[in-house]
């Protein structure tokens, strides 16, 4: 705890920036640690204030069991489903990450709410989800101060399911110097063109308005968040993706449905066949532009919190490739 505080302290005198002896000149605002909740001596919760969101943003971290040496960091993103009054990341509610992270050299970073936002910022301030500039946060304001507060070394890998795995590509691509691995699970990367459509539907679930995130249908900040027309700066990372056949199974048709909550089993089915048809595209893209990626296919699977937990195990070894020294 004491490390906590002295790195909030320090992220808060970092505000002033000495030019010459005697004078002080301010800086632009950078983010800071308001408190901390300690869940176990490896599970996290840190209260951000981030002057980009202009709130305090909640995200949770799983610390790795040897802390003394300098480790990478896995940005792991939720979907569309995650809520603002969520007091943890969908991740450690729906699936084993914890356990799973327990002996990975690693921290892992889960970012608390953001259903709606694909984690972007957005042109105007929505009236229902607010002021958004999940961008910003997520590459700017939050990876030195995981780093500074939580001995990381620089080293970043971004994840993400449905909604937060389009992110995590597209902020591979659009920050390609800051991270060095990336796994997609039943995302589609498609959103300007057709894909407009699905983007637009899943801002309108969480009660948002696309028209404020990246403006009208031919505005172009729907092709600048297109992963398929950035695929070349993906060239050299280490890329998972992967996609369900929409066949539900035992866990989608077992009597307690909590798996696949809040969808019912043919919603979930329906939604992972489009992110199948969105795998397929991608996959013969990258194939022909000879950007390497690993491409699963899972013969049963729906959008739901089974498969995904599944393919993150698969997807381990991938993102470790780009981060750490081995594939633990």
Not at 168 to 196: D, E, H, I, K, N
Not at 226 to 234: F, R
Request: hydrophobic share 40%; with cysteine; net charge negative.
């Amino acid at each position: 705890m004491r490390r906590l505080r002295a790195a909030a302290a320090s992220a808060a005198c970092a505000a002033l920036v000495c030019a010459g002896a005697g004078t002080a000149v301010a800086a632009p605002p950078t983010a800071s640690v308001d408190h901390v909740v300690a869940r176990t001596d490896r599970w996290i919760q840190v209260f951000v204030d981030s002057p980009a969101m202009q709130r305090i943003v909640q995200v949770d971290v799983l610390l790795p069991p040897d802390r003394d040496s300098p480790h990478p960091t896995l940005y792991l993103l939720d979907g569309d489903g995650a809520d603002p009054t969520q007091t943890e990341s969908t991740w450690t509610m729906r699936t084993d990450a914890v356990q799973f992270f327990g002996d990975k050299p690693v921290n892992v970073v889960l970012p608390v709410g953001g259903g709606g936002t694909f984690y972007s910022d957005w042109q105007r301030d929505d009236p229902r989800l607010g002021h958004v500039r999940w961008e910003t946060f997520l590459t700017q304001e939050l990876p030195p101060l995981i780093d500074n507060t939580f001995h990381g070394n620089g080293r970043n890998a971004v994840a993400g399911l449905s909604m937060g795995g389009q992110a995590a590509m597209s902020l591979t691509f659009r920050y390609p110097s800051l991270y060095r691995s990336v796994a997609s699970y039943s995302g589609c990367m498609y959103t300007a063109g057709v894909g407009q459509a699905y983007v637009r539907a899943a801002v309108a679930g969480r009660g948002g308005d696309a028209d404020n995130m990246w403006g009208g249908i031919t505005d172009p900040d729907w092709a600048a968040h297109d992963v398929s027309l950035h695929t070349d700066a993906l060239r050299g990372k280490q890329v998972f993706i992967s996609a369900g056949t929409d066949v539900p199974g035992a866990a989608d048709l077992a009597l307690d449905p909590s798996p696949t909550l809040p969808l019912t089993v043919s919603a979930a089915m329906a939604i992972e066949d489009g992110a199948r048809d969105c795998t397929l595209a991608l996959d013969a893209q990258l194939r022909l532009q000879g950007v390497p990626a690993d491409v699963h296919y899972y013969l049963i699977g729906t959008h739901s919190w089974p498969y995904w937990q599944t393919a993150l195990h698969d997807s381990w070894p991938t993102l470790a490739a780009g981060v750490t020294a081995g594939t633990e």
